[in-house]
Nanobody, 115 residues
Framework: QVRLVESGGGVVRPGESLKLTCSVSGRTLPESDVDWYRQTPDKPSFEQRE???????????DYARWAKGRFTISRDIDKNEVYLDMRNLNPEDTAVYYC?????WGQGTRVTVSS
């Protein structure tokens, strides 16, 4: 059984940074592609979740064009955790952030960017 738990969300001011964590159990990271997605308030349905980045089992990464340069995905194989470092946040980044592995989703962690 795959289980994902996201953490690290919170309320930050514009321009600040935040690091999210996806704790993975039931699969090891070298055998898994892990994605980060987000769901913004103006796109509330499941199908409208926005893909952010992917870290593949072999360790290479891919990003949505809008996320490149501000968001960084990484992992710690020993901890079986995947991270999303987010810099220079703005109010449009306000969303619930999810990780996904093999079709499984976590419960999400909420990020609010507000002055």
């Amino acid at each position: 059984q795959v289980r994902l738990v996201e953490s690290g969300g919170g309320v930050v001011r514009p321009g600040e940074s935040l690091k999210l964590t996806c704790s993975v159990s039931g699969r090891t990271l070298p055998e898994s592609d892990v994605d980060w997605y987000r769901q913004t308030p103006d796109k509330p349905s499941f199908e409208q979740r926005e893909w952010i980045a992917d870290i593949f089992g072999r360790g290479d990464t891919d990003y949505a064009r809008w996320a490149k340069g501000r968001f960084t995905i990484s992992r710690d194989i020993d901890k079986n955790e995947v991270y999303l470092d987010m810099r220079n946040l703005n109010p449009e980044d306000t969303a619930v952030y999810y990780c996904r592995v093999a079709g499984y989703w976590g419960q999400g962690t909420r990020v609010t960017v507000s002055s």
